[in-house]
């Protein structure tokens, strides 16, 4: 979809949000277990799911899928389930009193849909206002980075992003708009490989109008460099 036309529609959109607990689903007991015990259950339980499925396990190419598999969750592509990987977001004093929006736009996603475990691949675009306190640019690309490391929907971890962010900043004024690619949409079942998904969340001074306009208006702008 044109840019345009997904920023028409964030604007469409509006407040109507329905809402549902922001936190991942996760037991009490999520970390009672070493992450290398972890990965030790998921190698069984994978190289069961491809015994199942009648492939040669003996095979060369086959035979440290398991375990790479059961790395890759644990560390890797669900590694932000562990509080521990919450990258810390240093913020400084906003010395020069800047008070216009910031945006950080453009930050690759890569996360992992709950439903059915395939890729999530888009972008996200985060914006705040200052309330006395600026953070490090790259944290906002950590911490979309760490709430992506999840099974996530995307409403999820929209609003999971804003919330962190209102957290570390210290303000209500943080939106983030994420677009991106469910690949069990574009590649199995309906296999619609152009359709996208975008998510909003706007905090605080975002929910006024103008202020919206103006950060839609920021995303459009082409990166010249
Ligand atoms: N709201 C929301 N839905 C999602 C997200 N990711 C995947 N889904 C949807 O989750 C739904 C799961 O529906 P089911 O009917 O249980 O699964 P399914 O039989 O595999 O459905 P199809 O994908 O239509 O073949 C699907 O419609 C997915 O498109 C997400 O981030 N947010
Ligand atoms: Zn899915």
């Known amino acids: 979809m044109k840019l345009d036309k997904v920023l028409e529609e964030i604007e469409a959109l509006g407040d109507s949000h329905v809402g549902t607990s922001s936190d991942t689903p996760l037991r009490e007991d999520a970390f009672d277990l070493e992450d290398a015990t972890k990965i030790e259950l998921i190698q069984k339980d994978v190289a069961s799911i491809m015994q199942t499925l009648g492939l040669d396990m003996t095979d060369d190419s086959l035979r440290g899928t398991p375990r790479r598999v059961a790395k890759m969750f644990v560390k890797e592509i669900f590694g932000?389930?562990?509080?521990?990987?919450?990258?810390?977001?240093?913020?400084?004093?906003?010395?020069?009193?800047?008070?216009?929006?910031?945006?950080?736009?453009?930050?690759?996603?890569?996360s992992t849909c709950e439903h059915h475990l395939l890729p999530?691949?888009?972008?996200?675009?985060?914006?705040?206002?200052?309330?006395?306190?600026?953070v490090g640019l790259s944290k906002m690309n950590r911490i979309v980075e760490y709430y992506a490391k999840r099974p996530q929907v995307q409403e999820r971890l929209t609003i999971q992003i804003v919330k962190e962010l209102q957290k570390v900043l210290n303000t209500d004024d943080v939106a983030c708009?994420?677009?991106?690619?469910?690949?069990?949409?574009?590649?199995?079942?309906?296999?619609?490989?152009?359709?996208?998904?975008?998510?909003s969340e706007f905090g605080g001074k975002f929910k006024q109008k103008e202020v919206r306009r103006e950060l839609l208006d920021y995303i459009k702008l082409e990166t010249q460099f």
């Open 80 to 110: 932000g389930l562990h509080p521990k990987r919450k990258p810390k977001a240093s913020t400084f004093e906003n010395k020069y009193k800047y008070g216009e929006m910031l945006v950080e736009k453009n930050i690759t996603v890569y």
């Open 177 to 199: 708009i994420i677009d991106a690619k469910h690949l069990c949409v574009n590649s199995r079942g309906v296999s619609h490989t152009e359709s996208s998904t975008v998510t």
């Open 120 to 134: 999530i691949v888009g972008r996200a675009h985060i914006a705040y206002i200052s309330n006395g306190s600026v």
